[in-house]
């Protein structure tokens, strides 16, 4: 996430009816296309009309938002987060399986067993009211799941996120209706674990 102003909505690595049939077509295109588009056109505009904000990249603009008065800051935290979380989740998932020996060994370890992990991941999913993420991240060495709420992201200074799960109603709607399990159940299947295994390494 080091690129700067203007930001550019980057094609996906796989198409939009790749992950079928647990994440429907329909459902990532509006997704990509649309939501994390208008996050990515809303962050330039925010950008062209304060300049002086350009230089930075979109981890920098994430930290500085805090120390910004509330009119600028409050904004620009919603929409670089809403393009910091979103390309988090889409390229933390993939059509088929992967392999990640050395984060599953570790979230044995850390959770007892990698099916507990996904159980406790779910139930923080569920457990986000509204919109929101759930998330596995390494901190200090360990790993933790925690939410956020809304296009929040985790303290970036503090921790590197591994894997992102998006729970706004936007990201299974079409498909599993209200029913947030569901979805949650089928994501497992077209989980990037090489991606999270990568962002691990390079996190411990
Ligand atoms: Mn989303």
């Known amino acids: 996430m080091n690129d700067r102003y203007p930001f550019v909505n980057y094609p996906l690595q796989y198409s939009y009816s790749a992950l ?3 994440i429907d ?3 990532m295109c509006l997704h990509h296309s649309r939501h ?3 996050y990515i056109d809303n ?6 009309s304060n300049p002086k904000l350009q230089k930075y990249t979109l981890t920098e603009l994430i930290a500085i938002s805090h120390s910004l008065i509330p009119a600028l800051g409050i904004p620009l935290k919603n929409n670089a987060g809403g393009v910091y979380n979103h ?3 889409f390229e933390g998932m993939q059509p088929a399986g992967s392999g990640s020996p050395v984060l599953q060994k570790a979230l044995s370890d850390q959770f007892k ?3 507990n992990f996904m159980e406790m991941l779910k139930q923080a999913a569920l457990s986000v009211f509204g919109s929101g ?3 596995l991240i390494s901190e ?3 790993l933790k799941i925690i939410t956020t709420a809304n296009q929040d992201t985790p303290d970036l200074t503090r921790c590197t996120p591994i894997i992102c799960l998006d729970v706004w109603e936007h990201a299974y709607y079409l498909k599993h209706y209200n029913v947030r399990s569901s979805y949650i159940d089928d994501w497992f299947n077209v989980i990037s674990l090489s991606a999270a295994e990568q962002r691990y390494l390079n996190a411990v």
Request: glycine letters at 0%; proline letters at 4%.
């Open 140 to 142: 200090n060495q360990n």
């Open 113 to 115: 067993s990698y099916d």
């Open 36 to 38: 994390l588009q208008t």
């Open 133 to 135: 993420y759930a998330w």
């Open 43 to 48: 962050l330039n505009k925010l950008l062209k």
């Open 25 to 27: 077509e329909k459902t």
């Open 87 to 89: 390309r988090m989740f």
């Open 20 to 22: 079928e049939p647990y």
